[in-house]
């Protein structure tokens, strides 16, 4: 019995001193990505660039509400009266020959109406649509672009290139790029959360690379929250071992992992290792958060939420919790905006899930005092064109040439508008603004100057704006 015992611990001791170059190195050497980027280890006091920010930032945060599917500007900020006056009239030829068209491709263009009346609103009297009735309340606290354009038509490569600043899959999003450089204060969540919910009409799916982090170590890709359920997969300690247990194992698999990386010396490994400690001390620290029980009934009234029902607006509660503990990036999905067909139906359905809880998250920031260092951006990945599509009703195609979005916090110019589209909401032709230079907004407010901000890859100096010069928006900063 003593000898099977002696043996056994003999096989276990071997195990461990051998796995470092056997088994575990096998393991291991399959998670290392092969990239430029991971070299650089060195990282500033909250685990980015050194020398991050390198402008004065007027922000801390950022938090992304999207309209995933592409809203139309022409139902909710950019009324066209020379559009009502051509209702059902043949759309003009000028505007849309050679143009891209996604599902209205070689059929017969008609005009198409502003489908609701517009309301002149706050003390700047912004004209807001009847179907955004919280956002009229809140016209004075945002600025709308009404300019933007894109360069991707469908929806999937539309959002890739809205996240990550190009159409080829594999690039790293710009919240990954915002950690990156910047890294995060806080210690017991991640940099970058997602939170997805649902509807509308015909809910696009949302894949997971639209938050990864691409070349960059995976440290920094977004971690998706559920709505409902456990709010992280896999996160919950195995039943029976309790969590002094669980912190001894992780213990022991970092040091472990800690003693083959002195001969590795990979920065991904220490991704790895780092990733282990995180998910163990979210383990304590996101029960807390998603626990809505201390949140006062008239900020839950405000909201409109109903805590763990999946609905965007529990997600912009957990959205403003989650800017308080320092999350550096926050990205919200709202699936329902595809709007082919039936365009008054889904537009009700849609603005009343998510018009007074984006208001709600607005004003609780506001009083707070955190919408002066937190900047909010409201939009879908492209819009809707100006002529009718009859798939359920009257509805719209996708849009590329000119829509809308708009910025709030950050000292940006509430109660204005910025750039115009032409009488038929067509194209931008005013301040056009591309995507590309929505980033470089994004990372001058955080400090950071986009055309310095690059990774080597595959033999470029690699940046979330791309090769083509990207310009900040100064006109919509007070």
Request: net charge neutral; charged share 20%; glycine share 12%.
């Amino acid at each position: 019995m003593i000898q099977s015992s002696f043996a056994t611990e003999m096989l276990r001791r071997t195990f461990l001193r051998q796995s470092g170059v056997g088994v575990g190195a096998a393991a291991f050497s399959s998670l290392l990505a092969n990239d430029a980027a991971a070299a650089n280890s060195r990282t500033n006091a909250h685990g980015g660039l050194p020398g991050f920010p390198e402008l004065p930032p007027r922000v801390k945060r950022v938090i992304f509400l999207c309209m995933a599917g592409g809203p139309s500007h022409l139902e909710t900020f950019d009324y066209k009266p020379t559009l009502e006056k051509m209702d059902g009239k043949p759309m003009p030829a000028s505007y849309t020959a050679g143009q891209p068209i996604a599902q209205l491709q070689g059929q017969e263009l008609k005009c198409l109406r502003p489908l609701t009346k517009f309301v002149p609103s706050g003390k700047s009297g912004l004209p807001i649509s009847e179907y955004l009735p919280y956002h009229q309340k809140m016209a004075d606290d945002i600025c709308v672009v009404k300019s933007m354009v894109t360069e991707q038509i469908n929806h999937d490569p539309a959002h890739t290139f809205m996240n990550t600043g190009t159409a080829l899959s594999g690039r790293p999003s710009m919240g990954a790029w915002v950690n990156y450089g910047l890294g995060s204060k806080c210690q017991d969540l991640p940099g970058f959360v997602v939170m997805t919910s649902v509807g509308g009409r015909n809910p696009q799916p949302i894949a997971s690379r639209q938050w990864a982090s691409g070349f960059l170590p995976s440290r920094y890709q977004g971690v998706e929250f559920n709505a409902t359920g456990a709010p992280v997969h896999y996160l919950d300690s195995p039943p029976g071992v309790p969590m002094d247990q669980q912190k001894k194992l992780i213990d022991t698999i970092g040091a472990l992992n800690r003693h083959r990386n002195q001969t590795l010396q990979s920065p991904e490994l220490d991704t790895r290792i780092a990733a282990y400690e995180m998910a163990f001390r979210m383990q304590m620290s996101v029960p807390e958060l998603v626990d809505m029980s201390n949140e006062p009934k008239h900020v839950l009234d405000m909201y409109g939420a109903t805590p763990g029902d999946g609905s965007y607006a529990s997600n912009c509660l957990l959205a403003r919790k989650l800017a308080e503990r320092g999350v550096r990036f926050i990205h919200l999905y709202h699936r329902g905006w595809d709007h082919h067909g039936g365009l008054q139906k889904y537009m009700d359905i849609c603005c009343g899930l998510t018009d007074r809880a984006t208001w709600a998250l607005v004003q609780d920031l506001k009083q707070r005092g955190m919408l002066e260092d937190t900047m909010i951006i409201w939009g879908g990945e492209f819009g809707r064109t100006p002529m009718f599509q009859g798939k359920g009703g009257a509805g719209r195609d996708h849009h590329i040439k000119g829509f809308s979005m708009w910025l709030a916090g950050g000292g940006i110019n509430g109660g204005t508008s910025y750039g115009n589209t032409d009488e038929l909401g067509y194209n931008a032709v005013e301040d056009v603004v591309n995507v590309r230079d929505l980033h470089a907004t994004m990372l001058h407010m955080l400090g950071i100057n986009a055309q310095r901000f690059s990774v080597p890859f595959q033999g470029l100096d690699t940046r979330l704006t791309g090769v083509e010069e990207a310009h900040v928006v100064d006109g919509i900063l007070g």
